[in-house]
Nanobody, 129 residues
């Protein structure tokens, strides 16, 4: 089955860094615009960043600017989210997505769930002292 799977999450102290990876199986990720979301308990899902199919267009939502870096690797069929200087409010479950219909722009994140062809299962990031 075609799917996305996140990896690289875990427990980290404030100021630490993590690199989340999203690996596609059963399909070519480079045929899709891709992006990252997160959701903390009791809160709405937040868009973070996306990157276009070609990798030439990148968008960061305000909450992700400065400390987040998105990249993709066609050869590995993956895309990543590097997060530096993690803070407690970054604690959330992080999801990767791929869409054949939504372009990477400031509006990538506002589609209904079904507008994203693939969702990862999510991976927990916990930032705590």
């Amino acid at each position: 089955q075609s799917r996305l799977v996140e990896s690289g999450g875990g427990l980290v102290q404030p100021g630490g860094s993590l690199k989340l990876s999203c690996t596609g199986s059963g399909f070519a990720v480079n045929n899709y615009a891709v992006g990252w979301f997160r959701q903390a308990p009791g809160k709405e899902r937040e868009g973070l960043s996306c990157i276009s199919k070609s990798g030439k267009t990148i968008n960061y939502q305000d909450r992700a600017k400065g400390r987040f870096t998105i990249s993709r690797d066609s050869a590995k069929n993956t895309f990543d989210l590097q997060i530096n200087n993690l803070q407690p409010w970054d604690t959330a479950r992080y999801f990767c997505t791929a869409s054949s219909t939504r372009y990477c722009s400031g509006t990538y994140y506002y589609g209904e769930d079904l507008e994203y062809d693939f969702w990862g299962q999510g991976i927990q990031v916990t930032v705590s002292t």
